[in-house]
């Protein structure tokens, strides 16, 4: 990998009024105890060689620490997107200024378009975006006009077992999307490149390097078959915001090609 940047955001003391949709709210979240992961997670990302800038943080956005749903970023682009849900519109604006000051060029999803950041998965030129509760198909229609014209190819994934594509699958170095395959919608889009995982936080991951793997240690069957690949993981708690079906991905938008 080249550049290796990236944007997080602390949580928000309302962090325990975050949205849930697809998993029942069984039980509080612990504020104190998120803050103390995000810090592990930050420095898994610093450990790993990552520099790390943040994005001001927002005390009335409950969801703000998920900042990867503000923004797809592909080569110098950043689509600032335009979230499903009300209550996290007024996330985006400090994420594209904070994007914009690491010099990326900036264009917008617009109304009737939602989109969430987390319902985009890129690999080797090939845009995967989940269709479901959070994005809508004018949204996508507005990122392939937006990415087209950078070479991506945008495919429409149907979802509605999870609440973003993210959540039910990612993709390793080599191509491979792995899944957890009962929330899955349809595993042919990815034919013989789908590996289904055991647990469903093994299915989430976020790429420090060509062999280096960020993940949950929510997942350790999940983490022997990435090692037995050939990979190596490190392994965060996110206990608190898998709460909030969170997971890795949702917590950083990774700037892998930022601008010189």
């Known amino acids: 990998m080249s550049a290796r940047h990236a944007l997080v955001r602390r949580p928000s003391p309302r962090l325990n009024e975050g949205l849930v949709t697809h998993i029942d709210r069984s039980e509080d979240v612990d504020v104190e105890l998120a803050q103390r992961q995000w810090d592990g997670y930050v420095a898994a990302l610093t450990d790993a060689g990552w520099t ?38 007024p996330e985006t604006a400090a994420a594209e200024e904070a994007v914009r000051a690491q010099g990326y060029r900036i264009a917008h999803i617009e109304a009737p378009g939602t989109l969430d950041g987390g319902d985009v998965l890129k690999h080797g030129g090939t845009v995967w975006v989940g269709r479901g509760g959070r994005t809508n198909d004018a949204a996508i229609e507005q990122l392939r006009t937006h990415l087209e014209p950078l070479g991506a190819h945008v495919v429409t994934v149907p979802l509605t077992k999870v609440l973003h594509l993210k959540s039910a699958v990612t993709a390793l170095p080599d191509g491979t999307v792995i899944g957890y395959e009962p929330v899955v919608d349809d595993t042919s889009v990815w034919g013989d490149r789908f590996l289904a995982v055991p647990e469903e936080p093994g299915a989430h991951v976020v790429l420090l390097g060509d062999d280096l793997l960020l993940m949950s240690a929510a997942a350790p069957e999940s983490a022997k078959i990435f090692e037995d690949r050939g990979y190596r993981t490190v392994q965060v708690d996110i206990s608190e915001y898998e709460k909030l079906e969170g997971c890795v991905t949702c917590l950083s938008v990774r700037l892998r090609g930022r601008p010189g």
């Open 52 to 89: 790390t800038h943040e994005v001001p943080l927002a005390p009335e956005c409950p969801d703000s620490v998920f900042v990867e749903d503000t923004m797809v970023v592909y080569g110098d682009l950043a689509v600032i997107s335009r979230p499903g849900a009300d209550q996290r519109k």
